[in-house]
T-cell receptor, first 114, second 113 residues
Framework: AQSVTQLGSHVSVSEGALVLLRCNYS??????LFWYVQYPNQGLQLLLK??????LVKGINGFEAEFKKSETSFHLTKPSAHMSDAAEYFC????????????FGAGTTVTVRA | KAGVTQTPRYLIKTRGQQVTLSCSPI?????VSWYQQTPGQGLQFLFE???????NKGNFPGRFSGRQFSNSRSEMNVSTLELGDSALYLC????????????FGQGTRLTVV
């Protein structure tokens, strides 16, 4: 079984500041990891994914995440926050093989201050 | 390339009624998964269909069911609606094989009164 813990339900940053969203996972097998963003009254949009290979993953809108197996973490960062980054962010994990069930963290809401 | 389409976007039903939600996946995608999103429970997996077969099921009562058609379109049905079924229901589409990611629709907002 796999699970995800997102540290911090709310994060507030200034425009132009670093955005750091923390995600730790547990999985009995090598995981596939994802970050999604959700804007109000919208579905989930994929930001980036880690499956195999390079542990530093670049995504859309300037976001990136680093897979650290030793720390079971997959933290999301963006060097400079923009007002449009205000949204809710979800970390998700799934095991490989034919199990396509995603287990999501509780989500982190990001507020960007002008 | 069209994305994942869910219909309807909004729905209001009365307790005890039943409801059917529809999802059209991205062309070529054979896997459709359904998730329930509520403020209290977050995002929870309902079930996944691949080539018309249920491949995985979450921990929901039997009132929640689904199916997938030969064109990969999927429907989920909730019978005997309860107030607690009020939620955003999200459909996700993927190739269903390999290191593939899931793409989500806009969701159907169900309100049970």
């Amino acid at each position: 079984a796999q699970s995800v813990t997102q540290l911090g339900s709310h994060v507030s940053v200034s425009e132009g500041a670093l955005v750091l969203l923390r995600c730790n996972y547990s999985s009995s097998v090598p995981p596939y990891l994802f970050w999604y963003v959700q804007y109000p009254n919208q579905g989930l949009q994929l930001l980036l994914k880690y499956t195999t290979g390079a542990t530093l993953v670049k995504g859309i809108n300037g976001f990136e995440a680093e897979f650290k197996k030793s720390e079971t973490s997959f933290h999301l960062t963006k060097p400079s926050a923009h007002m449009s980054d205000a949204a809710e962010y979800f970390c998700a994990v799934r095991s490989g093989g034919n199990d396509y069930k995603l287990s999501f963290g509780a989500g982190t809401t990001v507020t960007v201050r002008a | 390339k069209a994305g994942v389409t869910q219909t309807p976007r909004y729905l209001i039903k009365t307790r005890g009624q039943q409801v059917t939600l529809s999802c059209s996946p991205i062309s070529g995608h054979r896997s459709v998964s359904w998730y329930q999103q509520t403020p209290g429970q977050g995002l929870q997996f309902l079930f996944e269909y691949f080539s018309e077969t249920q491949r995985n099921k979450g921990n929901f009562p039997g009132r929640f069911s689904g199916r997938q058609f030969s064109n990969s379109r999927s429907e989920m049905n909730v019978s005997t609606l309860e107030l607690g079924d009020s939620a955003l229901y999200l459909c996700a589409s993927s190739l269903g094989a390999g290191e593939t990611e899931a793409f989500f629709g806009q969701g159907t907002r169900l309100t049970v009164v």
